[in-house]
Structures are given as structure tokens and as C-alpha cells.
């Protein structure tokens, strides 16, 4: 019905999935999801940096498991597009990534209208490492692969996307775009959460270790989708960072991005951010 999703990571067990997907969203997208439950860091690991509409986490994927987040997509009420965001277990070394994927992917394509492979959590130690040259493409190869056989077997197309970083250079987003283009893959969020610190220096918590959301993550993901849309003129992508007006969510259109999704801005604005972001989108498509 709108442009306006709600990013990864806020359910990540798709337990509010029915009171998410109330407040206006066109689309809601939950975990990061394990194949295994995991507690995630030690607490405290979010902190808010008001001043800056800005967020650190180090949650470090806290999720109760696949089966679990199934089990309450297939119980939810909820008729919208429902993306399923999938990652790796801690344990699991870097090395045998790809078999965390392949679960995930096994267990949530039946139940998901898209599916995100999440290679850049700064929060799981190593996984960033998955975002370049052949980490990637073996990974992106193999779950492509595997997904259009349960497509296939499914007799129903699921459109896969990959989450990228923002701290990348043009020369880095450019073998990204390479690497996803080669591999087939349907679509490509920018960006996840920044490990600068730039724009926080001073600010209490502005030292803690996570990943940086919300306003100061704007323009660097801004940058990147620009440089995708510039190397990948076809390819769908969903901006997300820093949206917290319906301006800005015009801004990620403008940079480059066809779709959006809403988090720090939505724990600082609220759910009246949602239709704000919907009703800009909305104009500016009419203009156009």
C-alpha cells in the first residue's frame, strides 16, 4: 500500500508482527534470525544519543531461533509484504557461514514475500568480512542457487536481498554491486548501522561499541545508494538511515532508493512518522 517499511532488527522474532504491521507500514521486515537461539551481548548494549537522533547497539543478534520467528509469522493475522532477515550464529566460524544461510533460507522461504542476507551487523565479529570479494560471491552463489530450486519446488518466486554496510568506499560499493549483480540477486538494502564515530565524538555514549544509527548515518547512506543506483540502474533498492521526516525519506528516494525503511527515526518520532514518510513518498511519485 506504501513505500514506508519497518526495518530489520527491531522484531527480531516476529513477535508484534500483528501490532507492527497496524501502524501504516507497507511492509515490515523482522529477525535478524539464527539458525539457533542466542542471548546476543551482555546488557546494557543499546544506548540512546538524543542530541544526535542517533542510536548505538551491540545487541549482537539476540534472537530466540528460526523455528520460533516461524511459528509466529504462520500465527500472524498480519496481511502486508513480510521480508525475513537472516543471519549467522555467533559460534559458527566465518568459514561455515554459508550453512547458517542455507538453514535460514530453507526454513523461512515459505513463509516470507521477500528474504534479506545480512552480511553487515557490525555486532557478530568477522561477519563484514562476508561483504567482499570471494566470501561474497560463494555466499550470494549458494544461496541463489538454493533459492531458485525452492522457488521451483515452491511454484513461487521469493526475491532476494542483501544488507550492506555504509563504511565503504565508492571503489568497495562497486564490488559489492559487481558481486550482487553476477549472482542474480533481486534487490539490495543501504545501509546498515555505521561504525564511525565522526559525528557522536563528545556525546555522552557517543564511545560505547556497536553499530551507529539514526541521523548521523543520512548522508554516508546516502553515498552508497547513489553509487549503487549509478553502477546498478535496475537493480530495486530499499534506503534506510537517518529517516525521520517525510523530507528525508524524499531525500533517500532523490539519492537513488525506490523503497524505505524506518527504525531510529520511528523510536524518536514514532508511529506518526510512518504516514508522514507515505504521504511525502506518495506526492513525489504523483509529480513524477
Not at 525503511?261 to 514514532?270: E, K, T
Request: aromatic letters at 4%.
Amino acid at each position: 500500500p506504501n513505500r514506508v517499511g519497518l526495518a530489520a532488527g527491531l522484531d527480531k522474532n516476529a513477535d508484534h508482527l500483528d501490532a507492527l504491521g497496524a501502524l501504516g507500514f507497507g511492509f515490515v521486515e523482522v529477525g535478524t534470525v539464527t539458525p539457533r537461539p542466542q542471548e546476543g551481548n551482555p546488557r546494557p548494549r543499546l544506548f540512546r544519543l538524543p542530541e544526535a537522533g542517533a542510536i548505538i547497539n551491540r545487541m549482537g543478534f539476540n534472537n530466540a531461533g528460526v523455528d520460533h520467528l516461524v511459528a509466529r509469522v504462520r500465527a500472524s493475522r498480519y496481511t502486508g509484504v513480510v521480508g525475513i532477515n537472516i543471519g549467522k550464529n555467533l559460534t559458527t566460524p566465518v568459514e561455515q557461514a554459508v550453512d547458517d544461510y542455507l538453514t535460514c533460507l530453507h526454513k523461512v522461504h515459505g513463509h516470507a514475500h521477500y528474504i534479506t542476507v545480512n552480511i553487515s551487523s557490525p555486532n557478530t565479529p568477522g561477519l563484514r568480512n562476508l561483504q567482499f570479494g570471494e566470501h561474497l560471491d560463494a555466499l550470494l552463489g549458494a544461496l541463489r542457487e538454493e533459492s531458485r530450486r525452492l522457488d521451483q519446488q515452491a511454484g513461487r518466486r521469493v526475491p532476494l536481498a542483501v544488507k550492506i554496510a555504509p563504511d565503504m568506499s565508492a571503489e568497495e560499493v562497486g564490488l559489492v554491486a559487481r558481486s550482487l549483480d553476477a549472482n542474480g540477486i533481486d534487490a539490495v538494502i543501504a545501509t546498515n548501522t555505521t561504525v564511525s564515530r565522526e559525528a557522536v565524538a563528545g556525546l555522552a555514549h557517543g564511545d560505547e561499541q556497536g553499530g551507529l544509527s539514526g541521523r548521523p548515518v543520512f548522508e554516508p547512506s546516502n553515498m552508497v545508494i547513489g553509487e549503487l543506483r549509478r553502477r546498478l540502474p535496475d537493480m530495486p533498492i530499499i534506503g534506510v538511515g537517518g529517516i525521520d521526516s517525510g523530507e528525508a525519506a524524499v531525500a533517500k528516494v532523490a539519492a537513488g532508493a525506490d523503497l524505505v525503511q524506518l527504525y531510529s527515526g520511528f523510536i524518536y518520532r514514532g508511529p506518526g512518522l510512518v504516514g508522514e514518510c507515505a504521504r511525502a513518498l506518495k506526492a513525489r511519485f504523483a509529480d513524477h
